[in-house]
């Protein structure tokens, strides 16, 4: 994985994000299995995003919003609306 990968991974913006869609996949009321089986992926996928072993890029995270029933434009307000209040 590239510098810039890791850096991504371990920033705070990055981690604000994972919290808002664990929070949206919690709400959906879905298992992480149930959610990497719609996805097609294996069942460490979401495991290995929230602990920032693999980085989440922007069509899967849209792909994953779709999957728990989240609207991908409500969740970057959210994000950004987040990253505002910590840079305020």
């Known amino acids: 994985m590239s510098r ?4 991504s ?7 604000v994000l994972i919290e808002i869609l664990q929070d949206a ?3 959906s009321g879905k298992s ?3 959610i990497c089986s719609e ?8 495991n290995k995003i929230v602990r920032a072993e693999r980085r ?3 069509v899967e995270a849209v792909r994953l919003c779709r999957v728990i029933d989240a609207d991908p434009v409500e969740i970057m ?3 950004t609306e987040r ?3 910590t840079d305020s």
């Open 4 to 7: 810039g990968n890791l850096e």
């Open 9 to 15: 991974l371990r920033s705070f913006e990055y981690h």
């Open 25 to 27: 996949w919690s709400k």
């Open 32 to 34: 992480q299995a149930a």
């Open 39 to 46: 996805l097609g992926k294996p069942r460490n996928y979401l």
């Open 56 to 58: 989440l890029d922007f």
């Open 77 to 79: 307000k959210l994000f």
């Open 83 to 85: 990253i505002q209040k």
